[in-house]
């Protein structure tokens, strides 16, 4: 596997690290930072003097146009070093990725795009920013480290230049052969330096402009909203399998219901043909059945019509054990709110009927204190587990999507209490 940050290179074995292209990658990075850290010390050189220049000249002058003049020069210079302190995030923000192949990418603000006046506004309110002028300062400082370190690079070089010279030249040869000697030998272990100077360098910068909460915080805001577009998506596509159900295969079934009843009406009562026509129309009438409780279990119509509360009512009518229902909510919830609740409670019945030898379920909804609340008691053997299968962690996923929670609480012998919590207001 390919290197893909200074440290992963240095641990591959000495030869293949000295032929890759890390070390000139590392020296490349170091020497364009000594070039940054030049250009950004010799302006803020210049705006330290201008600086000193202003404030004496506020304190000579008093309250004389001068001063105002002076004073106006003084915000200038800081606007100027705002500026290039920014600047500087984004130019450490781009040469980064000589030694680091994950770039820094700075958050974007919605302001970033409106005027200069909600763009300065923005600015001043974000911390990265005051983060970002900060690093100019610290930036100067791993500049000058970068100047050493380069030095200390350079100087087996330039020593083995000289003794070069010093050969040719007759003078002290052996001990002019012997420092060239060593200087070649010491070039190895000066490029493992660079390179490990390189990698603490971009960890700095990295630590600076972009904070570990700031980066996990971006990821995790992605995650989410990767996540509500899949469920939004998955939502979509259960409706329009619905609706084609409904519409084309259960309409169809329907038409060869009538079709076949009316060819029974065509034949003798009690001939061959008629019974099984008869047969045929029993057949599909039971498909249609199952048809509809498949479309029903797709995306429940009722659902959309009538809200959650009518919703799970005809959900526990339809259960195969005896389901006592206690429905305080009946307002309407947003749609992600509803359907997630409605197919938490299903699966959660599903779960009773199956696996708890219940004789009894009761589903409960409410709303307090601004969380939607559903529980499926049941008087099972209860010893569920919410991490032994797919269903229950399933149902856990889906409520998290809205930003929910699920709690079991199934001591063996039971009973067992699923309770399911999503924060939401009812609809006006």
């Known amino acids: 596997m390919s290197a893909r940050a200074p440290w992963q290179a240095m ?30 010390g010799a302006c803020f050189a210049l705006i330290v003097i201008a600086l000193t220049v202003l404030v004496r000249m506020i304190a000579m002058t008093r309250f004389s146009p001068q001063s105002v003049l002076a004073l106006l020069g003084v915000i200038v210079l800081l606007c100027v070093f705002v500026l290039c302190g920014i600047g500087l995030a984004r130019v450490e923000r781009f040469r980064i990725r000589m030694v ?25 309110r974000d911390p990265l920013t005051w983060q970002e002028i900060g690093y100019a300062v610290v930036c100067t400082i791993l500049c000058m480290l970068d100047g050493v370190v380069l030095a200390v690079f350079v100087a087996p070089f330039v020593m083995a230049v000289v003794s070069v010279i010093d050969i040719i030249a007759g003078s002290n040869v052996l001990e002019s052969l012997a420092v060239g000697v060593i200087c070649l030998v010491l070039v190895p272990f000066f490029a493992y330096l660079v ?17 570990k909460e700031t980066e996990l915080g971006r990821r995790l805001t992605e995650v989410t909203t990767s996540r509500a577009r899949l469920v939004d998506a998955f939502e979509s596509e259960r409706r329009r399998i619905e609706r084609d159900l409904h519409d084309g295969t259960q309409q169809r079934l329907v038409a060869l219901s009538v079709e076949l009843g009316l060819a029974r009406m065509d ?40 809200g959650l509360a009518t919703a799970l009512s005809d959900l526990a009518s339809r259960s195969p054990l005896a389901v006592d229902t206690r429905l305080a909510a009946e307002e309407r919830y947003p749609s992600p709110v509803e359907t997630a609740i409605y197919f938490a409670v299903a699966e959660a019945l599903t779960n009773v009927a199956k696996h708890a030898m219940a004789g009894l379920a009761t589903v409960s909804l409410d709303w307090r204190t601004g969380r939607l609340i559903a529980e499926v008691t049941d008087d099972g053997r209860g010893g569920a587990d919410p991490s032994g299968g797919s269903g229950m962690l399933g149902l856990a996923d889906r409520l998290a999507v809205v930003d929910g929670r699920m709690y079991v609480s199934s001591p063996p012998g039971g009973p067992t209490v699923v309770r399911f919590e999503v924060p939401c207001q009812p609809l006006t």
Do not use: K, M
């Open 100 to 124: 680091d192949a994950e770039p820094i990418d700075r958050p974007r603000n919605r302001g970033e795009q409106a005027d200069l006046r909600v763009w300065v506004s923005t600015r001043i």
């Open 267 to 306: 034949v003798p009562e009690g001939s061959e043909v008629g019974d099984r026509l008869a047969q045929a129309q029993e057949q599909a009438r039971l498909a249609l059945v199952e048809l509809r409780e498949l479309v029903r279990g797709v995306y429940p119509q009722v659902l959309v019509e009538r």
């Open 195 to 211: 390179t490990a100077w390189a990698g603490a360098r971009a960890a700095i910068s990295r630590a600076v402009l972009a904070p």
């Open 11 to 40: 641990v591959q074995t000495p030869r293949r690290f000295l032929l890759s292209r890390w070390p000139w990658l590392s020296l490349a990075y170091l020497l364009s930072g000594v070039g940054v850290g030049a250009v950004i």
